[in-house]
């Protein structure tokens, strides 16, 4: 019966509890760093036109349309390094 009573005015007082109080300078802050950590940047630095032009990218969708696409190598693959000039 004590511990229901001792409960009982523990939520009356916290039901005093000012809803008007000014919240802490930095309240938000983590919902903020986690908002900009996850958003991809608007700016950046290497913007600009792709290397592929429209030929190769519909010889490509050609490939990928008849099952013929090119196996991806690795670059130490059969002890050779690759070259990107030579990967066709």
Sequence with gaps: MSRTL???AALALAACADPHQPLS???GNAVR???S???VNPNPAMAGAN???GQRAGKAIDRY???KVYVPRL???GGHIYDQT???
Excluded: C, K
């Design 33 to 35: 760093a986690n908002i």
């Design 75 to 77: 670059p130490l693959e």
């Design 6 to 8: 001792i409960l009982a």
């Design 51 to 53: 290397d592929m032009d």
């Design 25 to 27: 300078p930095d309240f």
């Design 37 to 39: 950590a996850q958003v």
């Design 65 to 67: 349309h008849t099952n």
């Design 86 to 88: 030579q990967q066709q």
